[in-house]
Nanobody
Framework: QVQLVESGGGLVQPGGSLRVSCAAS????????MSWYRQAPGKERELVAA???????YYADSVKGRFTISRDNAKNTVYLQMNSLKPEDTAVYYC?????????WGQGTQVTVSL
């Protein structure tokens, strides 16, 4: 079965960096686009970044120039490198893929940006 497992979240100070990872299993990872979403308390879940099977990327305006999405098909893992973090980046970060029009989500990893 499809599984997505996020890791790497934590507490970081404003201006700091963090890298979150999503390990995938149960499907041919290299064939599918992957994306990162986040959900802050009291807000809707929003798309942060996405990467296609051929490596093309998309970023939300709020993170452009600060976040980088990448993938390692040999490790079945997608990463989100987050630099220059701001308090407003505090959220639970989820990875997602879509197979045959069905969305699969990980359990999420908490990222908190605070002094």
């Amino acid at each position: 079965q499809v599984q997505l497992v996020e890791s790497g979240g934590g507490l970081v100070q404003p201006g700091g960096s963090l890298r979150v990872s999503c390990a995938a299993s149960g499907f041919t990872f290299s064939y599918y686009s992957m994306s990162w979403y986040r959900q802050a308390p009291g807000k809707e879940r929003e798309l942060v970044a996405a990467i296609t099977r051929d490596g093309s990327t998309y970023y939300a305006d709020s993170v452009k120039g600060r976040f980088t999405i990448s993938r390692d098909n040999a490790k079945n893992t997608v990463y989100l490198q987050m630099n220059s973090l701001k308090p407003e980046d505090t959220a639970v970060y989820y990875c997602k893929t879509q197979l045959f029009r069905h969305d699969y989500w990980g359990q999420g990893t908490q990222v908190t940006v605070s002094l």
